[in-house]
């Protein structure tokens, strides 16, 4: 089953913050956030395991609530360059079937 | 070092026919999986492997086929060519300490984009 995304999209203006949340009907295990520009491959952002431990980007955050079963994605003082599309993923216990949520449209405006 | 490599970039087909997406890696992953990705939708997993000589469904596997030969490919067999299989293709690999994609990213090939007449 495919993670849950929301919102499915934001519009921002330079400098702005944005909350991409993700959440799941079944447990999560680990967390992927993926960003994809228009044309191009997606392109791993972060991955947060249980347990607290995160891997990734120094300029993006994100939380991880396993008992909730829900992630978030924190962009701050957002820049022209955050726009596209993103995606969580997330596997079963070892990451195999790995699955997308449907993605959430992130349009930064000057 | 190249990374995932898909080839064709781009293909046309016509309803019947058969093809195959190619998808390497150079990386020594164990874990590959191939996605497809309509217009305005996500990624939707196709199949999976875990190794050279395992594969498995995810959650679009009708109409294609898959084998794992060796750990640096992956090809994606459409049988006979439908319509709603116009879509584009990634192909993915990940570092797996357990099998799958748990604690390391997916890299992603550049995509093949298949139309279907």
């Known amino acids: 089953q495919q993670p849950v995304q929301s919102p499915q999209a934001v519009i921002l203006r330079e400098g702005e913050d944005a909350v991409i949340n993700c959440s799941s009907s079944k447990a999560l295990y680990s967390v992927h956030w993926y960003r994809q520009k228009h044309g191009e491959a997606p392109v791993f952002l972060m991955i947060l395991l249980k347990g607290g431990e995160q891997k990734g980007h120094d300029k993006i955050s994100a939380s991880f609530n396993e008992k909730k079963q829900q992630s978030s994605l924190y962009l701050t003082a957002s820049q022209l360059s955050y726009s596209g599309t993103y995606f969580c993923?997330?596997?079963?216990?070892?990451?195999?079937?790995?699955?997308f949520g449907p993605g959430t449209r992130l349009s930064v405006l000057p | 070092n190249a990374g995932v490599t898909q080839t064709p970039k781009f293909q046309v087909l016509k309803t019947g026919q058969s093809m195959t997406l190619q998808c390497a890696q150079d990386?020594?992953?164990?874990?590959m999986s191939w996605y497809r990705q309509d217009p305005g939708m996500g990624l939707r997993l196709i199949h999976y492997?875990?190794?050279?000589?395992?594969?498995d469904q995810g959650e679009v596997p009708n109409g294609y086929n898959v084998s794992r030969s060796t750990t640096e490919d992956f090809p994606l067999r459409l049988l006979s060519a439908a319509p709603s299989q116009t879509s584009v293709y990634f192909c993915?690999?990940?570092?797996?300490?357990?099998?799958?994609?748990?604690?390391?990213?997916?890299?992603f090939g550049n995509g093949t984009r298949l139309t279907v007449t």
């Open positions: 993915a690999s990940s570092y797996s300490d357990f099998g799958g994609a748990y604690n390391s990213p997916l890299h």
């Open positions: 492997s875990v190794g050279a000589g395992i594969t």
């Open positions: 990386m020594n992953h164990e874990y």
């Open positions: 993923g997330t596997g079963d216990n070892y990451g195999q079937n790995f699955v």
